[in-house]
């Protein structure tokens, strides 16, 4: 069946650094990728997304890379600050036909804390 | 522009006892999700829904868990005859028409069975 997961369940860093977070998954007919930031005790929140058809995706001190031949994504964080401790999910979701698409499978998290 | 609301955000419940759990999309949205997530775990899907539909119900059990979304109103997860096994947090995630993968989520429901 499909899976996402990460390769590293923790990452540390100092601040300052560039942060990568990887994830690989299995689905070859994965159409669109998210990455989510999760707090303690809060819901995930939206950092950025691609699509199946783009292999990069840059957002403020945030980068996507898709590779589709290995069926990789991974995340870039760069001048990662304190801020930005917390875990991190990739999600997938299939084509569900026109510009829709549906549910999301989460990976299993990576715990990123970025040390003063 | 509120977010996604859920309510309560955190709810105890004794083994056999309903749990009710309810989410309010964002203003202009018309798609709900819901997954639950496990301690140290990812979230997983359990049910998609749009006004008074059911989408996609693969990830529920098939006892004791329902949902709804009516046309008025909040979404609700229902869990019947709670166990301990269904603590866990509970999320909501709304989207825009036409169901978009970029999904917004509440803070959670933190259900606890004693």
């Known amino acids: 069946g499909e899976s996402v997961g990460l390769h590293l369940p923790t990452l540390s860093v100092q601040e300052g650094d560039n942060s990568i977070i990887n994830c690989a998954y299995s689905?070859?007919?994965?159409?669109?990728f998210i990455w989510y930031k999760q707090e303690s005790g809060k819901g995930p929140q939206f950092i950025i997304d691609i699509r199946s058809n783009m292999d990069k995706r840059q957002g403020q001190r945030v980068t996507v890379l898709l590779n589709k031949t290995v069926k990789h994504l991974s995340l870039q964080i760069a001048a990662t600050q304190p801020g930005d401790s917390a875990v991190y999910f990739c999600?997938?979701?299939?084509?569900?036909?026109?510009?829709?698409?549906?549910?999301?499978?989460f990976g299993q998290g990576t715990i990123l804390t970025v040390h003063p | 522009n509120a977010g996604v609301m859920q309510n309560p955000r955190h709810l105890v419940r004794r083994r056999g006892q309903e749990a009710r759990l309810r989410c309010s999309p964002m203003?202009?949205?018309?798609?709900v999700y819901w997954y639950r997530q496990l301690p140290e775990e990812g979230l997983k899907f359990m049910v998609y829904l749009q006004k008074e539909n059911i989408i996609d119900e693969s990830g529920m059990p098939k006892e004791r868990f329902s949902a709804e979304f009516p046309k008025e109103g909040p979404s609700i997860l229902r869990i019947q005859q709670v166990v301990r096994g269904d603590s866990a947090a509970y999320f909501c995630?709304?989207?825009?028409?036409?169901?978009?993968?970029?999904?917004?989520f509440g803070p959670g429901t933190r259900l606890t069975v004693t």
């Open positions: 999600a997938e979701a299939p084509w569900a036909g026109g510009t829709s698409y549906g549910k999301l499978t």
């Open positions: 203003k202009g949205h018309s798609h």
């Open positions: 995630a709304s989207s825009p028409p036409p169901g978009t993968g970029e999904q917004y």
């Open positions: 689905n070859s007919a994965s159409d669109y």
